[in-house]
């Protein structure tokens, strides 16, 4: 049975950084897509960044792209989610999630609901 296990969160200051990984266990990560997803209070979940190994397409979110890199180490069944220049509004839980034959495009949005299997999430907050 597959399982992911989200780390790297915590406090970052507006324009800092911080790497999120996502442990995968249980079954080989490049037989998955894998996903980032946020959720602020109040507000609904946000697809942020998808990796393909299906079709080896990526994407990313209006909000985050060209600050966050999404990147997979299939041998080791690692995902990891680089979040760069960070801002108050990137503060949320993250959550790492992943599917079989599914492609990331157009966008991370438009193949959210076809995740599966979920990990508990990593609390991330920038604050100055």
């Known amino acids: 049975q597959l399982r992911l296990v989200e780390s790297g969160g915590g406090l970052a200051q507006p324009g800092g950084s911080l790497k999120l990984s996502c442990v995968v266990s249980?079954?080989?990560?490049?037989?998955?897509?894998i996903g980032w997803f946020r959720r602020s209070p109040g507000k609904d979940r946000e697809a942020i960044s998808c990796n393909s190994n299906y079709d080896r397409t990526i994407s990313y979110a209006d909000s985050v792209k060209g600050r966050f890199i999404i990147h997979r180490d299939n041998p080791k069944n690692m995902a990891y989610l680089q979040m760069n220049n960070l801002k108050p509004e990137d503060t949320a839980v993250y959550f790492c999630?992943?599917?079989?034959?599914?492609?990331?495009?157009?966008?991370?949005?438009?193949?959210?609901?076809?995740?599966?299997?979920w990990g508990k999430g990593t609390q991330v907050t920038v604050s100055s």
């Open positions: 249980g079954l080989p990560l490049e037989d998955y897509t």
């Open positions: 999630a992943a599917t079989r034959s599914t492609g990331c495009l157009p966008s991370p949005a438009s193949v959210l609901g076809r995740f599966e299997t």
